[in-house]
């Protein structure tokens, strides 16, 4: 047998030494700091990971051929290596997954998801069993078979489970325990969880790594940077090997520790091994197939899982799986639901060096962190600094041979410029006002946030319904409250001798609070104005404020005590939150959803500092670049940090990690004080001219003075119902609301309960007496035209007023109808203005009108997304040769004929379509006729013949061709069909004649003397008269 040795993963190289010590050899180098490895003995191979990068490489065990073959993300917590299956897999924390690949890279697969915290991924593929250590309440080992069925705990323990092997030939798992200080134990159990023994054993590491051989158990040891062996029965004296640097991993290699057993699996007759993955892993001995391909009818072999040759079908829609990351076409055929898509990064990488993701009928290829996507979008190349210019490109710049290149963030692109990019992952988002969704390299589409609309540009976010918004400001002497354009000013605080420099508004119960230096205090008023409440009084400087309209805190900086602190917003529980490492913090703002607070300090170091609400993991964002960073504001809408400099006159943004920094502006808006943003626009007040200025908050153009009655304004927000998410409206006094109170948007929705109707205030809900009730509308016929009985059920009707408003409200006032019933309770039931309510056995109900869909009390209209999909030859591809948003009326879409998808059409009614203004006479490409769908604000073209595409922009004359061919050949197959039916009838009818003459000359057949004899006498008397007389 070959002699048994050590592959030890050091701090970036793999080192090869023999069990007695000797024999040292370095295998391979310029690995990472920290991996992870495995080996397939049988190839002769190690895998390993690098948990920074995610990048799965090998090696040859003799130091040969090095080979990157995937990205598996950062985050990774174990890796294992199934040398029966060839199958490579690993586990990570951050996703909470368990997956899968071939061990060329290929056929990436999820087997398990959903796991508490999995790491320390080990296998046994003899008994067909992957174990891992899960970390959540309790940590345990938990098991399941190779194809991520039949999951099961086996061990439960308070204490935390540090690391994981398994030993093959045993059937034994062997762990290492924390039990607190320098104690640690060995544990071992069957597979099944049963036999468990502990041994104490000393070991100061705190996150070992291990491997088994023989009568040992081989540990890492990081605070003594050495490799333990230590006697698994016993746990005596351990003997230790030093290491010249910190030791990460380790692998006893022998083909004891990878032996290959003679399969005990029951398989499926039929069940065809070639062509399955994992066959007949489970119990029932089923074929499981590829990622890509689905199983055969006879369930013995896999197919590629593309719909049937020219079949057309209505794409309904599209899904995408949050978890994989993959975006599906879905074609509804009645009550069916199939899949038009394949994973094209299932069988090969198409070229991609690194990492290939699978995007319907297409893919692109991605690079993990440290490297960058050369503009080809296939190769991976690690950074190295460019040599000349470097500062000429926006994102990056790498050396190559061709010279320096300029490259871009994966998901985005280069622009024609060579230096700048674009795209969701760039500066600009891809231009997107809020949410940029990526489509594949070069493509991707905007979105908004609900409540937000997109406007015909597919680019802005504009806030939907009533009321506007407006803006607050500290105006040193008072605070002031006018619209976003700087008219209408008021003053909330009639009192002199002030100096207000923070404001900050709570939604809930609408009011302002500021922080006064002057007085050395923290006060609020009414969004109104009126009189003023003290909440805190024993400040210094206080000149930063943020109110955490979720949580009900407040939270301020007080420059003279070096210090950022909060309390509730009645000013109780006062809590200081940092001091140490302090010095002059001046703004602070909120993020609520995030659960974090981030201020500037304008001290030494001068930074933009980020920590939890409580004050804990505080950290710097920004730290460089800055000399005396002021105001500081959030963007809600894109999680984006946006903060001023006073003394640079720069205004600057980036991602709350500090990630995508970019500068707005650049010394031309003078001495920007703070900033406030809402939908596109940054508002900030600048301390040159004591002014009001507004910019485009994503390019920093379009500068604007507002003409705005002030002092000297310092803080400013904006206050709009959709500025501050996730606030409950409800909570103070009940929203105003009489019965029952709704908070959707940042707006109050009130409701009545039985017996009651809402008033035409919105709030308030008036008493109904079902009987009186009943009369009234039964003798509605006579009463309908009586004014004063229409004025009492419009102060009865329920009402709509405080809802936003909607381009479908003229529409839906004609086209519903609410439906009076004899019980007050359907009063109550506050339907939908698109539903009707009926009578049912156990009660009242709301039900939508036709055309609309929900619950009965939020109904809308239903939207088909219409599109053609073409499947030939086991390849699926969505052609979209005709798309628009239509409204679903009664007839609604039917089953697709044998027709082509030209003369596939969806009946609307004329009046909901439009031709498109004259600012889209360039949408639709290619001589498409452009339509708008007023109702659904939504642009859609009809494409020419040979053309397809969401504005007609791809020609597809080959597909254009193959119809027409089509076309020829089922036209020359009906007329030889026709001609074939002809000729059978003709046939028919000749010997339909024939047999009916048949049989009527044998009804009037007689005897053949007779016949002789007559027509002798006939011929007799026929030539009688032609003899001449003598």
């Known amino acids: 047998d070959p002699r048994p040795y050590l592959l030890i993963g050091l701090k970036n190289l793999i080192l090869q030494i023999d069990l007695d010590r000797t024999s040292p050899k370095r295998l391979a180098s310029g690995l990472g700091n920290d991996i992870l490895m495995d080996v397939h003995y049988r190839e002769g191979r190690v895998y390993w990971v690098d948990t ?239 990622s890509g391909f689905r199983l055969s009818e006879l369930e013995d072999s896999c197919e590629g899982s593309a719909l049937s040759p020219f079949l057309f079908a209505v794409v309904m829609g599209r899904l995408k799986d949050e978890v994989r990351q993959e975006s599906l076409w879905i074609l509804i055929f009645m009550d069916d639901i199939v899949i038009c898509d394949i994973n094209e990064c299932a069988q090969w990488n198409h070229g991609c060096s690194l990492g290939c993701e699978n995007v319907p009928g297409s893919y692109f290829c991605t690079c993990p962190e440290g490297y960058i996507l050369l503009p080809d979008h296939k190769t991976c190349r690690e950074m190295q600094p460019c040599l000349e210019n470097g500062t000429l490109c926006e994102h990056a710049c790498t050396h190559t041979i061709e010279g320096d290149v300029c490259v871009c963030p994966v998901g985005s692109s280069l622009k024609h410029d060579g230096r700048a990019c674009t795209g969701c992952v760039s500066v600009d988002r891809g231009g997107c006002s809020q949410v940029c969704v990526t489509l594949s390299p070069g493509r991707w589409e905007c979105e908004c946030q609900p409540g937000y609309q997109l406007q015909p540009d597919g680019k802005q976010c504009k806030a939907l319904g009533s009321p506007p918004a407006w803006m607050l400001f500290a105006n040193m002497v008072d605070v002031r409250k006018v619209k976003v354009d700087g008219s209408e000013s008021t003053s909330l605080i009639n009192e002199t001798k002030r100096f207000i420099t923070a404001v900050d508004y709570d939604p809930v119960q609408n009011r302002v609070y500021f922080a006064d230096t002057e007085r050395r205090q923290i006060e609020s008023v009414s969004v109104d104005g009126g009189k003023t409440e003290v909440l805190i009084d024993d400040l210094v400087s206080p000149e930063g404020i943020a109110v955490d309209w979720i949580n009900r805190n407040i939270y301020w900086t007080d420059r003279g005590r070096s210090s950022v602190s909060c309390s509730r917003l009645d000013g109780l529980n006062k809590t200081l939150l940092i001091h140490d490492k302090l010095l002059q913090p001046r703004d602070v703002t ?135 998410p996730g606030a409950d409206l409800c909570l103070h006094g009940n929203g105003g609301c009489s019965h029952v109170c709704e908070s959707r948007l940042g707006l109050v929705h009130c409701s009545c309960q039985s017996q009651h109707v809402l008033s035409s205030d919105g709030k308030t809900c008036l008493h109904v007496d079902a009987s009186s009730l009943s009369s009234s509308t039964s003798s509605s016929s006579t009463s309908a035209g009586d004014p004063k009985w229409s004025d009492q059920m419009k102060n009865k009707s329920p009402n709509y007023e405080s809802f936003p408003s909607s381009p479908l409200s003229s529409e839906r006032e004609r086209i519903s109808e609410k439906m009076v019933s004899d019980q007050g309770e359907c009063f109550s039931l506050n339907c939908s203005e698109n539903a009707q309510c009926v009578l049912e056995e156990g009660g009242s109900v709301c039900r939508c009108l036709s055309g609309f869909t929900g619950d009965g009390h939020h109904c809308m209209r239903k939207c088909v997304c219409v599109c053609v999909c073409v499947c030939v030859l086991f390849i699926c591809d969505p052609l979209v040769l005709y798309m628009a948003c239509v409204l679903e009326h009664s007839s609604a879409l039917s089953r697709p004929s044998s027709g082509t998808p030209l003369d596939m059409t969806t009946s609307w009614q004329r009046g909901d379509v439009v031709v498109c203004p004259s600012t889209h006479d360039s949408y639709c490409l290619h001589d498409a006729v452009c339509f708008y769908f007023p109702e659904m604000e939504t642009y859609a073209c009809n494409c020419a013949p040979g053309y397809m595409g969401e504005r007609c922009q791809y020609s597809d004359l080959k597909w254009w061709d193959l119809q027409q061919a089509e076309h020829e050949k089922r036209r020359n197959t009906a007329i030889a069909v026709c001609i074939t039916l002809l000729l059978l009838l003709l046939s028919i009818t000749a010997t339909i004649t024939y047999c009916y003459r048949c049989g009527r000359c044998s009804e009037t057949r007689v005897p053949v003397d007779v016949v002789s004899e007559a027509c002798v006498c006939e011929k007799s008397v026929t030539e009688t008269p032609s003899i001449s007389p003598q």
């Open 590 to 724: 909120v993020h609520p959803q995030a659960q974090m607070i981030f201020w500037t300090d304008v001290g030494v170091p001068v930074a933009v500092w980020r920590a939890g609400l409580d004050g804990s993991d505080r950290t710097v964002l920004i730290g460089s670049g800055l000399v005396s960073p002021c105001g500081i504001s959030v963007d809600h809408s894109t999680h984006t940090l946006y903060w001023s400099d006073i003394t640079t006159g720069h205004i600057e943004s980036a991602g709350l990690d500090g990630s995508h920094r970019h500068t707005l502006t650049h010394q031309q808006v003078g001495r920007p004080f703070d900033v406030a943003v809402f939908e596109d626009t940054l508002w900030f007040t600048n301390w040159k001219d004591n002014h009001i200025y507004r910019l485009d908050k994503r390019t920093g153009s379009d500068v604007e003075r507002l003409d705005v009655d002030s002092v000297k304004p310092a803080s400013l927000v904006i206050v709009h119902h959709l500025i501050k």
């Open 52 to 290: 920074h990068t995610g990048v799965l490489s090998r090696i040859q065990l003799d130091g040969t051929h090095t080979k990157k073959l995937l990205s598996l993300g950062k985050g990774i917590s174990g890796l294992a290596v199934d040398w029966r299956g060839n199958s490579v897999y690993w586990s990570s924390r951050k996703t909470g997954m368990i997956q899968r690949a071939a061990v060329d890279g290929h056929e990436v697969k999820t087997i398990l998801r959903d796991l508490s915290r999995p790491s320390d991924v080990v296998i046994d593929p003899n008994a067909r069993f992957v174990f891992w250590l899960s970390d959540g309440v309790m940590s345990g080992i938990q098991r399941s078979d190779l194809i991520g069925d039949l999951i099961s705990t086996l061990l439960e323990i308070s204490d935390r489970l540090l690391c994981l092997a398994v030993d093959v030939v045993e059937k034994k798992l062997f762990w290492i325990q924390d039990v607190g200080g320098e104690l640690s134990s060995l544990g071992s159990c069957d597979y099944n969880g049963n036999l468990v023994n502990v041994i104490n054993q000393r070991l100061r590491t705190k996150s070992p790594k291990m491997s088994l051989f023989s009568d040992y158990v081989y540990l890492t040891d990081s605070e003594s940077q050495s490799v333990l062996r230590v006697n698994r029965h016993t746990g005596e004296p351990a003997e230790m090997l030093k290491m010249p640097s910190v030791p990460v991993d380790v692998k006893v290699i022998h083909p004891m520790n990878q032996p290959v057993e003679e399969s005990r699996a029951v398989f499926t007759p039929g069940c065809k091994t070639d062509e399955c993955v994992k066959v007949c892993s489970s119990p029932g001995g089923h074929c499981k197939c590829k």
